[in-house]
């Protein structure tokens, strides 16, 4: 059955640490992998979308980015966090027709 | 954007059939309708989805209007753990990005 796991569940960071996120599924091949941001009482944000390795889609401007080394991995990614990244993060896989979502890290950036 | 309009707030009292309805007034002939629920600090479940037939499953039953412009939700027996956000979702193909809207918030009252 597929699966997918994303760690880790939450993590607190200093402003300006880096950060590394990441998201693998089993179970499936070729899936389009998301990255979505939750920030508090709000909704989901797609931030990042991928259809295969090397290929990402930026869906808003912002201190992130993501790569997809592996099929079946997505990694998200910043350089130095803001306190505005803090937010809940959920990985994401679609196939042919449903989707699944990992449990979501939640950041706080202090 | 999202396509799709659902009520901001729902309530339903405990043993009842709640009933969610979504608005996809442009919808295409090749898009299926969607629905996930994301409990409190969760990430989104998938739930059900159909294209023009009505559909049921161990969790719900989704209604899809003739001329597919709106849908409903079934949650046949409601109990308190069905207490979360309903997301309709219009989706395509496999490469069609899933984009959340607001939802609409479920209470389910004792």
């Known amino acids: 059955s597929q699966t997918i796991h994303q760690w880790p569940a939450t993590l607190v960071q200093p402003v300006g640490s880096p950060l590394s996120l990441e998201c693998t599924v089993e179970?499936?091949?070729?899936?389009?992998l998301y990255w979505y941001r939750q920030a508090a009482g709000r909704g989901l944000q797609l931030l990042f979308y991928?259809?295969?390795?090397?290929?990402i889609s930026s869906e808003v401007p912002q201190n992130l980015s993501a790569s997809r080394p592996q099929d079946r991995q997505f990694i998200l990614s910043s350089k130095k966090l803001l306190l505005s990244d803090s937010g809940f993060y959920l990985c994401?896989?679609?196939?042919?027709?449903?989707?699944?979502f990992g449990q979501g890290t939640r950041l706080t950036v202090v | 954007d999202a396509k799709t309009t659902q009520p901001t707030s729902m309530d339903c009292a405990e043993g009842r059939a709640a009933n969610l309805p979504c608005n996809h007034s442009?919808?295409?002939?090749?898009?299926?309708v969607y629905w996930y629920r994301q409990i409190h600090s969760q990430g989104p479940q998938y739930i059900i989805h159909?294209?023009?037939n009505n559909e049921t499953n161990e969790m719900a039953s989704l209604i899809i209007t003739e001329d597919r412009k709106s849908s409903t939700l079934i949650l046949p027996h409601a109990t308190l753990r069905d207490t979360a956000v309903y997301y309709c979702?219009?989706?395509?193909?496999?490469?069609?990005?899933?984009?959340f809207g607001k939802g609409t918030r479920l209470h389910i009252l004792p």
């Open positions: 994401a896989w679609t196939g042919e027709a449903e989707a699944f």
């Open positions: 179970g499936t091949s070729n899936p389009n």
């Open positions: 991928s259809v295969g390795i090397g290929q």
């Open positions: 442009t919808i295409s002939g090749n898009e299926y």
């Open positions: 159909g294209l023009k």
């Open positions: 979702i219009v989706r395509g193909n496999r490469d069609d990005k899933i984009i």
